[in-house]
């Protein structure tokens, strides 16, 4: 393996999207608190949205408040009376997509409620399509509340970029040492084991000659 790439092979290891001590890892309690305060606003803002343009949703289901129904579901009752909204009930630049919008709450909501660990990255990623979800159904309110944690995450992640470069051109130099070490280790062994061959076949030859010298000795030269 050449030295970059091995250098390179550990860096993605350390730094990669399923290491379970990854540096990319937001801490937990972070991750959780972001995730479920995004899910509370979505479950506020699809309860807002249905009260206003799907009435009889709401009141056919018997849903008194946002509590009453988990955002996977919102996801899929909004997709299925999205034809009985009117158009500008949604915001115009989003509506063709609407339906895969609506639908990454579903993504949304699983994460949050299964714990699953993500990366930093993949949580802005989340923020942006809670953001993307909430521009889509014109709740401006809470759009502009969600920007301002995707705006921290930016900044967060551009934070991490620029330490895990740091890390790694420190260490870098460090790791290209132990391959060059572990190469002339690599050759040694094989120079010993080599030398270990010669001076065994050596010995067998002596003691060939030494075996074969003192049987003539005894035989007559018969041997």
């Not at 249905?50 to 129904?69: F, G, H, Q, R, V």
């Amino acid at each position: 393996m050449c030295t970059n790439c091995f250098v390179d092979e550990v860096a993605s290891q350390v730094f990669s999207d399923d290491a379970s001590t990854n540096l990319s890892h937001a801490p937990f309690q972070i991750q959780h608190l972001v995730l479920t305060n995004i899910q509370t606003l979505l479950e506020q803002a699809c309860f807002d949205f249905a009260s206003k343009w799907a009435p009889e949703l709401i009141s056919t289901e018997m849903w008194d408040c946002p509590e009453a129904i988990e955002l996977s579901k919102w996801t899929l009752v909004l997709n299925k009376v999205i034809h009985k909204i009117p158009i500008n009930a949604f915001n115009a630049e989003e509506y063709p997509n609407i339906r895969a919008i609506l639908h990454s709450g579903y993504e949304i909501r699983n994460i949050a409620v299964h714990r699953k660990r993500v990366s930093l990255q993949k949580l802005e990623d989340i923020t942006q399509a809670a953001v993307l979800f909430l521009r889509a159904i014109r709740d401006n309110n809470r759009e502009l509340q969600l920007s301002s944690v995707h705006a921290v995450m930016s900044v967060f992640m551009w934070s991490l970029e620029s330490r895990r470069q740091i890390i790694e051109a420190r260490f870098r130099e460090e790791l290209e040492e132990i391959q060059r070490v572990r190469k002339t280790l690599d050759l040694r062994e094989k120079e010993a084991e080599i030398a270990m061959r010669t001076a065994n076949a050596k010995v067998n030859d002596l003691t060939k000659y030494m075996l074969e010298h003192s049987l003539q000795e005894i035989f007559g030269g018969k041997v």
